[in-house]
């Protein structure tokens, strides 16, 4: 039997793709293909605006990480116009992307995944949600509530609102933290330390169930992309670029994001408007796969030498003692998140600490001094970066945006053929195979609004064609 | 201020939803805007872009919930009184106001009781004004929450 399996909607992830699996005359997969069938445009509309508008404007491209977007827009600013920030206007900068990895690391584990972990691949569809989750575990999804909303009084405090703030400018951040909103927030601390490290303990102890899948879940060598401090510690606003081999060797270091050009390609596919940014070392447009990267937690992770926390730099030994010095399963992407929020909330604990975060001079201003501005920053699904060029005016002349979900795509298709591989035989697929597509795709916690510019949606479709591309199968979830 | 049956003040959560950048959707916002700043004793306010699971926990906290919506399905400001009602289909952005108390009912904890004031909208394009049937329509429905936070209810 040949055939292709087509899974469209791909639900429980942030935009609206579908899958198409193709079957040789064996009736085993040949090939699968992601495809993200949204689309938005902002490089196009933004142009002509002012370049003080950009963050704002462009922290409307996505609903889970808008502070992704306001700091990378907010640091192109910076360099258009020139300036160094103020300290504290960097601690708050700082603080506001922690809080928003926090939160979105809460959505993805416990929204959208922890139905999947802890009801398992082959619950029902109809429980395996926040709700059957609620009802099953209330302790586990109470505490994924309270973390996200953690996060989100962090982003209200220093970017104005929940979602779509704009208080973080070119030149720094709109307002001073003030000090109700710092003994506000450290009061949060305790149970959130709390809540991220039995929730990682809970994930460990689930891990020896799931072996098959982190074998099948897009385990393959790749390369990893991320910022790095310069003596190797985890960053998530500033440094350079480190990418590493799935050897643990260090490829490139210490990278300027803004000549971001020199070593990384953009593919376009016709079958997705997602496109697949690549190593340019290693592969061309014409072949794209051979510089295939990954970013995002399990990158972060992966390239740095060190969390710089002490209670993550302890789960950071114990997760390499598992999954070795460079973790190439796309399963461990969850691991690596929980990580992370353990030592996002350490890092907040002690950026709260530092009497230096409530003072008042937190903006620079300066004109247009220069042409073209790159800013990057790490945001929760990996490397973002916003790159504008503007008049002596400053009005937006041209707008490039690099997402992270975009360099994942090379690995997420890979990912896809993968679990197909290992669990699709024939044309039907049963559910929980069904399931396994989704979850592979959903360790990557794409964002596709983000990646493709475009809106929202959480459908899932899959196509079985035959190797001649006739469709044989169908299987829609909406 | 209403007191619960134990004795402890009660209090009132009135979440105001809609966006900010179509028109009369965001009359519910402006009414829980209107309410909070009268500053009513015992009455706490949200006004938000959609109803999100983390308000979930908030409605944990509240002895009564007052969900204020734009509807252009009736003409006049009205009062229904909601039940929980779990929602499979539950996304990440948004949730019904039956749907979210069916989440705080699920995490253990969730007001006594639960009203949606629907408050009619006729234009809901683009931009950030309310037509004049809303701006009537906002002060009748800032009224009726004040009433509804201030004596408490029953249905």
């Given amino acids: 039997m040949h055939g292709t399996h087509v899974i469209d909607p791909v639900t429980r992830i942030e935009g609206h793709a579908k899958i198409t699996l193709r079957l040789d005359e064996q009736g085993t997969v040949d090939d699968a293909r992601f495809h993200v069938t949204e689309f938005r445009g902002f490089e196009d509309f933004c142009r002509g605006r002012p370049v003080t508008e950009m963050p704002a404007l462009t922290a409307r491209t ?3 990480c808008p502070v992704s977007h306001l700091l990378a827009s907010a640091k192109a600013g910076d360099a258009i116009l020139a300036v160094a920030i103020p300290p504290a206007a960097e601690r708050l900068r700082r603080l506001a992307n922690l809080g928003q990895i926090v939160q979105s690391h809460a959505l993805s584990f416990f929204h959208l995944s922890a139905p999947d972990l802890l009801l398992g691949m082959d619950a029902a569809p109809a429980s395996r949600n926040l709700f059957g989750l609620a009802a099953s575990e209330p302790e586990v999804a109470r505490r994924g509530i309270r973390l996200r909303q953690f996060g989100q009084e962090i982003i209200e405090a220093v970017s104005g609102r929940r979602i779509h703030g704009s208080g973080i400018v070119a030149g720094g951040v709109a307002q001073p933290l003030s000090e109700e909103t710092r003994a506000a927030l450290r009061g949060w601390v305790g149970e959130a330390r709390t809540a991220a490290a039995d929730t990682l303990d809970l994930f460990v102890g689930l891990l020896d169930g799931f072996a098959r899948e982190v074998d099948s879940f897009g385990r393959f060598p790749s390369l990893y992309l991320a910022h790095c401090g310069a003596d190797g510690t985890w960053e998530h606003y500033g440094g350079g670029l480190r990418v590493m081999d799935e050897d643990g060797n260090v490829v490139a270091d210490g990278m300027d994001p803004a000549d971001y050009r020199s070593f990384l390609g953009e593919w ?9 940014p690549y190593w340019k070392a290693l592969a061309s447009d014409d072949d794209p796969m051979p510089g295939i990267y990954r970013v995002g937690p399990l990158a972060r992770l992966n390239v740095c030498d060190a969390m710089g926390t002490p209670e993550a730099d302890a789960a950071l030994a114990a997760y390499r003692e598992r999954a070795g010095r460079v973790a190439s399963s796309s399963f461990y ?4 998140r929980l990580i992370e929020v353990l030592g996002c909330v350490e890092q907040i604990d002690g950026l709260l600490a530092d009497d230096a975060i409530t003072d008042p001079h937190v903006r620079a201003d300066a004109g247009i001094n220069r042409s073209r501005g790159v800013g990057a920053s790490e945001a929760p699904r990996g490397t973002l970066f916003h790159d504008y060029e ?7 002349t041209g707008v490039n945006m690099l997402i992270a979900t975009g360099q994942n795509n090379l690995a997420m298709n890979r990912t896809v053929l993968q679990i197909a591989r290992e669990f699709v035989t024939g044309p039907e697929i049963p559910d929980g195979v069904l399931n396994r597509i989704e979850a592979g795709i959903r360790a990557f916690d794409p964002c596709l609004s983000c990646s493709t510019h475009a809106l929202g949606q959480m459908p899932f479709f899959v196509r079985v064609v035959g190797p001649d591309g006739s469709p044989l199968a169908e299987v829609r979830r909406d | 201020m209403n007191a619960t049956r134990d004795g402890t003040p009660s209090c009132t959560l009135v979440i105001g939803y809609g966006s900010d950048l179509r028109a009369d959707d965001a ?4 009414v ?5 700043a009268r500053g009513l004793p015992g009455v706490r306010v949200r006004s938000v872009h ?3 699971p983390e308000l979930a926990a908030e409605l944990g906290a509240a002895d009564r919930v007052v969900f204020v919506d734009a509807t252009v399905a009736a003409d006049e400001v009205s009062v229904g009184w909601l039940d929980a009602t779990p929602d499979p289909q539950v996304m990440t952005h948004h949730m019904d106001p039956a749907g979210l108390l069916g989440l705080a009912s699920l995490l253990g904890s969730s007001p006594t009781d639960a009203a949606l004031v629907s408050v009619p909208a006729t234009d809901l394009g683009l931009g950030t004004h309310l037509s004049p049937r809303a ?6 429905a800032v009224a009726v929450v004040v009433d509804l936070a201030e004596a408490g209810y029953a249905r």
């Fill in chain 1, 62 to 64: 996505c609903g889970i």
């Fill in chain 1, 268 to 276: 376009g596919n016709e079958d997705s408007y997602l496109k697949s």
């Fill in chain 1, 333 to 336: 992407y969850h691991y690596a």
């Fill in chain 1, 390 to 396: 503007v008049d002596a005016h400053g009005v937006i």
């Fill in chain 2, 27 to 30: 009359v519910g916002r402006r």
């Fill in chain 2, 32 to 36: 829980a805007e209107t309410v909070q």
């Fill in chain 2, 50 to 52: 959609q109803l999100t």
């Fill in chain 2, 135 to 140: 701006r009537t329509a906002l002060d009748e």
